[in-house]
């Protein structure tokens, strides 16, 4: 009776648990709405500041002429291409050197972690001191010098290499952090002996094999680089350039509505892009870890009977081959 009265305690308990899960939470929703509040009621105002002139009623004048005023297309499309650039960069930075970490000294990842954290410790406005120093260099020391054309080369108008430079330093600490949470999850090791066991180079494994596990993490550390190169103002309007932050604010100075109808444009393209990243890293990883459903078809090995049903296939759906244990003898019945 003991046992059996233990038994049907947690039978019993279950419909309370499950009562307790499905009783609403009301006041999650009143701190969703709170929050929902504090973002969309500056964006509303920003929306109603741009269509609604006084004594004039609603005009959408500030969103027809955005396409025609003069700089927008190249200051987008500069923005554009020095984000992928940055991202390119920084992911091709951090990537070995977080693998390396992984397989080498525990020592050196709090080293990796300080020098990667560093941007967050220096102002942007030192690191642009800085830059525009070295930047100085060239004419003051160098004119004479093939090094010259280099200096020159880095700062050329139609895609400034020097912003590129500078934004993978800022945008360090972003990647560093979202790659290592995703490395955390992964046995590096484990899947690097096996990819070299099986005759992979050391770039196939980062390629075919780190790479895929790491979808998630590579489109969040993209989607924060991206943010950053799209909304960062400091280091392109003291070194001199255009991209599309500082286009915005040189054009809030002649046409104020304008500006603010950029501005909720291009929160539009980020949040459009967001979307695009986090469907491109969840899909495919998604599709990289999914199982077949039905039973796994089990090639018994030669001298063995029926085949055993077994609780999964490879990645790759292929057909697993097991070998049937050896028959064991029975004392007596030889």
Known sequence: MAALTTTARPEAAAPVKAARRTRPRYWRGAVLAVAGLYFITPLVSSFVFTVHVPNQGLTFEAY??????????E??????????????????????ALVAVRLGPPRLRAVVEIVCMLPLVVPPIALVTGIATVLRWGPDHFSRTPLYQTFLAVQNESFPVVLVLAYTVLALPFVHRSLDAGLRAVDVPTLVE?????GASRLQVIVSVIL???RSSLAGASFLTLALVLGEYTVASLLGFRPFAVWIVTVSGAEARMSVAVSLLSLLITWALLLILSR???????SATALPAGPATVT?????GASTPAAGTSASGSAVTVPAA?????????
């Open 280 to 286: 491109a890293g969840t899909g495919s990883s998604a």
């Open 75 to 96: 200051s987008l499309f500069l923005s554009l291409s020095l984000a992928a650039a940055t991202i390119a960069l920084a992911l091709l930075l951090v990537v070995p």
């Open 300 to 304: 018994p090995a030669a001298g063995a």
């Open 212 to 214: 895929p596990n790491l």
């Open 64 to 73: 027809s002429g955005i396409l025609s005023a003069d700089g927008f297309t």
């Open 326 to 334: 050896a028959p064991t003898s029975v004392p007596g019945k030889e």
């Open 194 to 198: 096996a990819a070299r066991n099986c």
